[in-house]
């Protein structure tokens, strides 16, 4: 069973708007963490934020934000303010206590921000 | 600025050959991770390694593919034969057990099977 979901294949952004990038979940497990990864086109995995399950505050990183609903299992990331150098994959994950820590991963989220 | 570093970065080799890849984490991580990313299935975990101790490696294909820590410093996979199929990128991360905190991935391998 798919345990992240990611629906957006593609995005398209113009420069020093918004982006929210979709993300949902399913676990039994209570305790569990979510992670955003970014992989631009030189295709290293880039570590973006993280968010633990009973975290009460959603993460923030610069302009990075995890808008995390739990009871929607549910973490999108919120990029503020985009950029070019935004442009790339961006992968939503999550690790389950019981899981042995591995991360598994959503297909991904294309994005791409307009000049 | 500590980095888990791969090697080779690329690789192209014939089918029926060996591969081995190479990974040293990052210093004092003891979580050692092998992670495949194609573009059909994209990034499924290969196996798992804590305190060098192999825990999880049901994602891997037992048949040709190995993993292993020979110490600290060095985690090996290595695929005898390789196929076509096998042609992705291998991503080797590094993290500490316990805790959620990030797994920090290296550069990756790109594998060309021909």
């Known amino acids: 069973a798919q345990k992240i979901t990611q629906t957006q294949p593609g995005m398209f952004v113009q420069e020093k708007e918004a982006v929210t990038l979709d993300c949902t979940y399913d676990?039994?497990?209570?305790?569990?963490?979510l992670f955003w990864y970014k992989q631009p086109s030189s295709g290293e995995m880039i570590f973006l934020i993280y968010?633990?399950?009973?975290?009460?505050q959603n993460a923030t990183e610069g302009r990075y934000s995890l808008n995390f609903q739990k009871a929607r299992k549910s973490a999108n990331l919120v990029i503020s303010a985009s950029q070019l150098g935004d442009s790339a994959m961006y992968f939503c994950?999550?690790?389950?206590?019981?899981?042995?820590?591995?991360?598994?991963f959503g297909q991904g989220t294309r994005l791409t921000i307009n000049p | 600025d500590a980095r888990v570093t791969q090697t080779p970065r690329h690789k192209v080799t014939e089918m029926g050959q060996e591969v081995t890849m190479r990974c040293q984490p990052i210093?004092?991580?003891?979580?050692v991770f092998w992670y495949r990313q194609t573009m059909m299935q994209g990034l499924e975990l290969l196996a798992y390694f804590r305190n060098r101790a192999p825990l999880d490696d049901s994602g891997m294909p037992k048949d040709r593919f190995s993993a292993e820590m020979p110490d600290a410093t060095l985690a090996t996979l290595k695929i005898q034969p390789s196929e076509p199929r096998d042609s992705a990128v291998y991503f080797c991360a590094s993290g500490f057990s316990g805790t959620y905190n990030e797994q920090f991935f290296g550069p990756g391998t790109r594998l060309t099977v021909l």
């Open positions: 968010q633990g399950s009973y975290d009460q």
């Open positions: 210093l004092g991580h003891n979580t």
């Open positions: 994950a999550m690790r389950e206590e019981k899981g042995a820590q591995k991360l598994v």
């Open positions: 676990t039994s497990d209570p305790s569990y963490g």
